[in-house]
């Protein structure tokens, strides 16, 4: 071989080796498994129930879908789209390396849920499918009224009474539906309605909105708004049931432009009700206490608590969270879905974060009865607290985290 050949063969050689040396240090420098999974909370709403009012014919003379199951209670469909959202999360802990090995052990997973059907049977469908022939108890409270997931009032003081209705009616006040109601009481044919013809109550506009709060009852806002919002709730149970479009509130609601006239009657009704300051905390605390408890506590690995919208909206305005949209649905706070709490420790910083996402299943999903999958996930919508501080992939500091829920505890 050639001095010149050589000399190729050197450099070659070389630049091979610092291609590959090169190569090698941007993989360790790679943060792939900075961050590790440690804990998750989820507070999920029960998923897809029939209609709960038991008296909508009242404010229509049209006829309602009859339904197989009872008022307010979880539908088929209902737990087959929550046992779709177990097997996903099933899913995507293990892809986190937690709940790895067969059945889970007390420790590592825990199910408590308000002792209603819905929620109780949207537990039992999570938990099918996450972790078929599994033998996983559901807690419950033996109580009537669950003292975790019940709305109610707690502050029985005159002044918390004053400060929630002012704070109640400052919130009706700023409304405007006019253009709402008329859209709604075209679908209803509502002046040809029992409660029209019967009780004179004919013009939506014109009729009182009464607020009322009292000690262990739910916020109390009787009046067109609350008869608007039970007429949209089946409406939207019509939808996510998968009845064909010309069926959903007699065909008068046939596309978006459509239900956008109606949805801020709905909007406004749980603003009014569950998202004021002082009663969004009062309701939220018996909740927070809860979540502080786990959020504290090591074990168990993830926790599941199945609840209700109210649940939700309440702890979201007592949380102080900042306002976000949900993509593909109706509400804030749909039917099935998820407020996750992830504990992450980031290794290369020796510390522990906190992630929050909500987990839905879009409206498509919930009305084609879509099979969520690793290639058809839910929506995922990163959430984030105004007294937490988040980084650009939406990691805030634990402890600091903790130290604002303890502050909100304390209240």
Request: charged share 20%; hydrophobic share 40%.
């Amino acid at each position: 071989m050639s001095a010149r050949q050589n000399l190729c063969l050197s450099i070659g050689l070389f630049l091979c080796f610092t291609l590959c040396l090169f190569m090698v240090l941007i993989i360790l420098d790679r943060p792939v498994n900075q961050y590790q999974l440690e804990k998750v909370i989820i507070l999920s709403r029960h998923n897809l129930r029939t209609p709960l009012s038991k008296d909508l014919d009242k404010i229509t003379p049209l006829s309602w879908p009859k339904w197989k199951e009872e008022p307010g209670y979880l539908t088929e469909k209902g737990f087959v789209l929550e046992g779709y959202m177990g097997s996903f999360f099933k899913y995507w802990l293990n892809s986190n390396d937690l709940l790895l090995n067969g059945c889970p052990k007390k420790d590592e997973f825990y199910i408590y849920s308000n002792n209603m059907q819905r929620t109780l049977m949207s537990s039992k469908a999570f938990i099918t499918k996450a972790f078929p022939g599994c033998e996983i108890t559901i807690h419950q409270s033996a109580k009537k009224y669950d003292p975790v997931f019940s709305p109610f009032i707690h502050n029985n003081t005159d002044n918390f009474r004053k400060i929630a209705i002012e704070e109640m009616d400052s919130v009706l006040e700023s409304l405007n539906l006019k253009s709402a109601y008329n859209f709604m009481e075209n679908i209803l044919d509502y002046q040809t309605s029992e409660l029209c013809k019967i009780d004179k109550k004919c013009d939506m506009i014109t009729e009182k909105n009464l607020i009322n709060i009292t000690v262990g009852n739910k916020p109390s806002l009787k009046g067109p708004i609350k008869l608007c919002n039970m007429a949209i709730d089946a409406f939207f149970m019509e939808y996510y049931s998968g009845l064909p479009i010309h069926d959903i509130a007699w065909g008068k609601l046939s596309d978006m432009t459509d239900w956008n006239q109606i949805l801020p009657l709905t909007y406004g009704y749980h603003n009014v009700t569950f998202n004021t300051t002082h009663v969004a905390k009062d309701i939220a605390k018996p909740l927070l206490k809860y979540l502080s408890n786990l959020f504290i506590q090591n074990y168990p690995t993830v926790t599941l608590l199945m609840g209700h919208d109210a649940n939700i909206n309440v702890l979201l305005n007592a949380m102080e969270f900042k306002p976000f949209m949900l993509k593909n649905e109706f509400v804030p706070t749909p039917i099935g879905g998820k407020i996750v709490f992830q504990k992450w420790q980031d290794l290369n910083n020796k510390k522990f974060l906190l992630k929050i996402e909500y987990v839905y299943q879009s409206m498509e999903q919930i009305r084609k009865g879509i099979v969520l999958s690793k290639n058809n996930p839910p929506m995922f919508q990163l959430l984030e607290l105004k007294n937490c501080k988040a980084d650009d992939d939406g990691f805030c500091d634990w402890d600091e985290f903790l130290n604002f829920l303890h502050s909100i505890v304390l209240l």
